[in-house]
């Protein structure tokens, strides 16, 4: 399918050469190349939730990669076909259950936190009552005598020991929970990691990984929020709103009734607030994971971007979701901002009817002024708790939908276990039988159908053929990335899905198109390839590669440290490492995945050279859109639209004078 077929087909705009085709582009440089035509309000919003489709995916999605199997995708990224991930907690009884049990272990820590909370709230609460035998002892004394400023400094005294046995024990309490809430995402990071290491291939070519990026960041840190300031927040709330009850009660039934009657208002309107911002914090999240995925595929192919002039669209496009992060972030904060002001004028209302009541009270039942001070104070307090609490549900919500995306994650299946009966072939040879295979990653489009091919160790297979015609799709099922649906494919006589995944795949050594080097030495990227290698025997794989002269060039050898997926070298000495690598790990089977086609042809003379040393005894897979580099293959694969449409050795498919005849000798092109 061509790009603007692509295009139509999702519904966005084509984007058409300037006038003049694409001299005219070139000749008119960048600035401006590509932009569609102004849009209408109506048509950015469905362009903007075309994008947050695309890049705020689900984890679950339904189909899989595209024909051109993994890593074959068009500019949008991987699976495209995405629907968009729900941010608004589906099942929170559930979530906050399991986020519970992550406090489980610090049981012990929780129980002196939430202690040192109740020591915090009585003290308050004592400290404020205190109030009222003051006042009515020695300030205003009821019987109408004079004051007792000795009095009143010992009872200062005290209250001030009370409430520094309160602040004691909230730092004691801040101290305890910032600990047991850095465990807790600790645990659940290692958690969400190790999951993620288990899940299957096709989980990260359907989604996207700017999106993954941000469960482990965004979603994380909300949920750290909420367990070391919104629980006990929570609980000592609710202590104070109960403690401050009781003591109201006890000063005065009439002012108390006045006060819980206002509650239900309170609540009500807090309750109403609530659940818009539920709503708008998890669309926040969804629109922040979208963001986080434009930027994260911009930056990762920003060479692509600026080759293809296509820098306005790429502004354009994240104008868009930041827009609509902006838009929904505004509601959001708006709506959890609100629940302050809205609560805090409420309770001034309150605090102003149980006033004048008071002071009528003071008057005509003899009230004491030292127990309406307190009930004023009581009065703020009960309703502070009230205000902490519904500010809370803001962060409450939001870290509710960040947890579900984490275990959305979690609860992804993993990679199909290994059978009970599961063999391990020690040492295994290399000879490899497909058998009538048939496979589509979407079992309603087949990918490959009735593929038969041998090969034996010292072989070189080659498959060429258009893209999308199953050519890696091959190779990704020898590794058990995917299982097929129908046939068989047998490693030295067994089934390999009765194999242990990690004998099979321990045995297949692969060099891909794209390399990957992680942040390290040069030696230590080596090694990766088998991680008990010794010095002698990666020095030998480099040598093996072709690779050792350059090394040795470099500043400290094989010391020499790797960042930015090894930024510091040329893509030709990148893909030696590669190559490196996969002769370290001794794998008597070889996948080569067009891994010449990214450099120039004197590097890739280079490079050929330590593949044929590579290749040597091995049982050779080689996808190559390079026809020259398979000459010398045993056997060459023409596959088209999934089935094998020739086979022979370069000799004799041009004997055959059919479609590779056509591709060798230029009759035709490769699509």
């Known amino acids: 399918m061509s790009r603007e ?17 694409a001299e005219g582009v070139k000749a008119a440089g960048c600035k401006g190349a590509g932009r569609p035509g102004e849009e209408t309000a109506g048509e950015r919003s469905a362009r903007a939730e075309r994008l947050k489709r695309r890049y705020g995916r689900a984890v ?22 995405r629907a968009m991930a729900k941010g608004t907690p589906k099942n929170s009884r559930a979530t906050v259950k399991r986020l519970l049990a992550y406090l489980n272990e610090d049981k012990a820590k929780m129980g002196l936190a939430f202690f040192c909370v109740i020591v915090n709230t009585a003290a308050s ?74 899940l299957p291939v096709r989980f990260y070519d359907t989604n996207n990984n700017g999106d993954l990026m941000s469960r482990f960041t965004n979603d994380v840190d909300t949920v750290g929020q909420m367990l070391s300031n919104t629980l006990v927040q929570l609980f000592s709330g609710a202590l104070s709103i109960i403690g401050t009850l009781g003591l109201m009660l006890y000063t005065n039934v009439y002012l ?40 994260e595929e911009t930056v990762t192919g920003q060479k692509v971007v600026k080759v293809f002039c296509h820098e306005d669209i790429a502004r354009e496009e994240f104008a868009i979701l930041n827009r609509d992060l902006r838009d929904n972030q505004i509601r959001a904060q708006f709506f959890g901002g609100i629940m302050g002001p809205v609560m805090g004028n409420l309770s001034q209302i309150n605090y102003s009817l149980t006033a004048c009541i008071g002071g009528i009270l003071c008057i005509w039942k ?67 039988v497909l058998d009538r295979v048939s496979f589509g990653y979407d079992p309603d489009k087949v990918i490959l159908k009735d593929i038969s091919l041998y090969a034996k160790p010292g072989q070189k297979i080659a498959f060429v053929g258009s893209t999308g015609a199953g050519k890696t799709t091959i190779t990704n099922l020898l590794n058990r990335f995917y299982d097929i649906q129908a046939g068989s494919i047998t490693i030295d006589g067994v089934d390999i899905r009765h194999l242990s995944r990690e004998n099979l795949r321990k045995n297949i050594a692969m060099v891909l198109q ?38 040795m060039r470099l500043p400290k050898g094989y010391d020499t440290m790797l960042e930015g997926d090894g930024a510091n070298l040329s893509q030709g000495q990148r893909q030696l490492l590669n190559i490196a690598r996969a002769a370290v790990s001794k794998a008597p089977i070889l996948i080569l995945d067009e891994a010449t086609s990214s450099v120039d ?23 190559a859109h390079r026809l020259s580099t398979v000459r010398n293959a045993n056997a060459i694969m023409v596959l088209e639209h999934g089935e094998i449409m020739e086979r022979g050795d370069h000799e004799e498919l041009l004997e055959m004078k059919g479609r590779y005849y056509e591709l060798y000798t230029g009759v035709k092109e490769l699509d």
């Not at 024990?169 to 645990?187: E, F, H």
């Open 601 to 623: 042809t004197r590097t890739e003379k280079h490079i050929e050279h330590g593949m044929d040393r590579l290749m040597a005894n091995r049982t050779t897979f080689v996808i």
């Open 514 to 551: 794209d390399t990957h080097l992680f942040t390290g030495s040069v030696r230590e990227n080596i090694r990766y390839g088998r991680l008990d290698a010794t010095d002698e025997e990666v020095v030998q794989a480099a040598k093996t590669a072709s690779a050792h002269s350059f090394i």
């Open 125 to 198: 609460l004592a400290g404020s009552y205190m109030l009222r035998p003051i006042i009515n002892r020695y300030i205003v004394p009821v019987d109408g005598s004079r004051g007792d400023a000795a009095g009143l400094a010992r009872a200062l005294m005290v209250m001030a020991l009370v409430y520094l046995a309160g602040v004691l024990a909230n730092y004691a309490q801040a101290k305890v929970m910032l600990t047991v809430a850095q465990s807790a995402l600790l645990k659940i990071r290692n958690d969400l990691f190790t999951k993620m290491q288990t």
């Open 60 to 81: 679950s999605p339904k189909g899989g990669p595209g024909p051109m199997g993994p890593g074959r995708h068009g500019p949008g990224g991987p699976g495209r076909q």
């Open 366 to 432: 003899n009230f004491d002024v030292g127990g309406l001070t307190v009930f004023l104070n009581f009065s703020r307090q009960f309703s502070r708790p009230i205000n902490e609490i519904s500010m809370q549900v803001s962060n409450v919500f939001s870290a509710l939908a960040g947890a579900e995306r984490v275990f959305a994650v979690m609860d992804e299946a993993p990679e199909q276990a290994d059978d009970r009966d599961a063999v391990t072939l020690t040492p295994m040879e290399g000879h490899v």
């Open 256 to 295: 108390t009734v006045i006060t819980v009657v206002m509650v239900p208002v309170m609540m009500k309107a807090g309750g109403a607030v609530a659940r818009r911002s539920q709503k708008y914090f998890g669309a926040q999240q969804t629109s922040l994971g979208a963001v986080n995925g434009y930027v």
């Open 5 to 21: 077929e692509q295009l139509k087909t999702e519904g966005q705009p084509v984007l058409k050469p300037e006038k003049g085709g």
